[in-house]
Structures are given as C-alpha cells and as structure tokens.
C-alpha cells in the first residue's frame, strides 16, 4: 500500500534585480541536511554551491542561479530559510560605545531588504573624460576566489576586473581588452580614482539593516549596521 503523499506549501517572493515574482516552498529534509553539511564544512565555496543548489530546487523555473547577482542569491536564500527554519534569528551585537559589551537582540528576517545606497552608479567617472562601466558579482566570482591562498588583495582586484564591463572615453568604447592590459590600467590609477571604483562595491545593492542597541552598562543607544547575509545567518 503506497504511502500518503505530504503536500508542501508553496509562498512568492520578488527577485530582486529583475522585480520578478516567484514561487517557492520551504526546504525538505534531504535539502536541510545538504546545508547543515555545508555549514559544519565551514567551506565558503561549499557553502555557495549549496545555497544555489538549494535555490534551483525550491524555487520554480529558477536556472542559472550562479549568474545571478550575489545580493539576488542572498535574499532568495533568506526568504528560503524564513519558511523552513523560522523568521527570526538571535544575534549579539558588540556595543560600538565602549568596544566590549555584547547585547542579545531579535532581528526578525522579514524586515532585512536587498537596499542600494544613494548615488549609486555602474558607470564611474574616474577622470572628466575616462570613465568605467561595471556589472554586479556573481557567485561564479565569490566561487573563484574564495579558495585557500588567495588573498583579499588578490580577491579585490580579481572581482573588479571580472565585473569590469567597458572602459570609456569620449571618442570610444572599449570592451576588448587582455587582463594584462586591464590590470596595467587599475594599477596605474591614483588612490582617489581608484576610491570611485571601490564606492561602486561600497554602495552596490545588498542585504542591509540597522538596529538599536542599548548599552546596558553605559545606558548609550547605539545604531549598528548589518550588512550582508553572513551579518544576519550564521
């Protein structure tokens, strides 16, 4: 005699990037168990590669998760957890005030969104006439350089020439170029031009939240902010 057949609900999100609503169910067992493997592996590529394993499976019509933008993945990921796992998470925050007290507070996972800071640009004006276009990270490139040995100034500059798509100026494009050449052209920028690309990274849309917490000890209110899935899940 066959087994009854356990139904799964089914919720909707909106994609981030593309502003697409989706359907989606929670994870099942066999999934839970391929991300507690991850988590306990504490191996950020493994732990990349589940998260969109864990996409594509549970949500409809999803592919190519890998191509999408790392802020993308992460609020699909938190919306997954929240239904299978629970809505809320349990942190301690560091109290900025005096450096050493921690608080215990309750973020609840609905209200972290996926937020773009003002003035936000793909195309950066390095100089009056040279400017740079780029496009969002992927997975594919927090993959490639989250192996052993390779550093975060090896890590910068390999997720900025990745995402680099054209260098401009007034009379031409340029979308063909050798890494050699491109790194030649980052290498040879002033500190303050290479600021601009760094705000590009800085201000780009991601997971962000700010909460209030009050020292205890010192009875001073202080506003932390959260930024990033690894800020809000462990």
Do not use: W
Not at 15 to 28: M, Q
Not at 113 to 126: A, F, G, Q, R, S
Not at 203 to 225: A, D, S, Y
Request: proline share 5%; aromatic share 8%.
């Amino acid at each position: 005699m066959a087994l009854p057949k356990l139904e799964t609900p089914t919720y909707e999100m909106v994609v981030p990037s593309t502003k697409e609503k989706v359907k989606f169910r929670p994870f099942l067992v066999k999934e839970q168990k391929m991300l507690m493997i991850a988590q306990e592996s504490k191996d950020q590529n493994m732990m990349a590669n589940t998260m969109v394993a864990l996409i594509e499976s549970c949500v409809e019509g999803m592919k190519d998760v890998h191509l999408l933008p790392t802020f993308d993945i992460e609020y699909m990921f938190v919306q997954l957890r929240t239904v299978s796992v629970g809505s809320e998470v349990e942190l301690e925050m560091l109290c900025q005030d005096d450096g050493v007290t921690k608080v215990p507070v309750t973020i609840k996972l609905e209200d972290i969104k996926v937020v773009e800071l003002p003035n936000h640009k793909k195309e950066i004006m390095i100089t009056d006439k040279i400017g740079m276009t780029f496009k969002y990270p992927t997975m594919v490139d927090i993959v490639k350089y989250g192996k052993d040995g390779v550093s975060a100034v090896e890590t910068t500059f390999g997720v900025i020439q990745d995402c680099l798509v054209n260098i401009f100026d007034e009379n031409e494009v340029y979308d063909e170029m050798s890494p050699k050449e491109l790194q030649e052209f980052i290498e040879q920028m002033t500190t303050d031009q290479f600021e601009k690309v760094q705000d590009f990274f800085d201000t780009m849309p991601k997971l962000r939240h700010t909460i209030e917490v009050k020292n205890p000890n010192t009875g001073v209110v202080n506003k932390v902010h959260l930024e990033g899935m690894q800020s809000f899940l462990a």
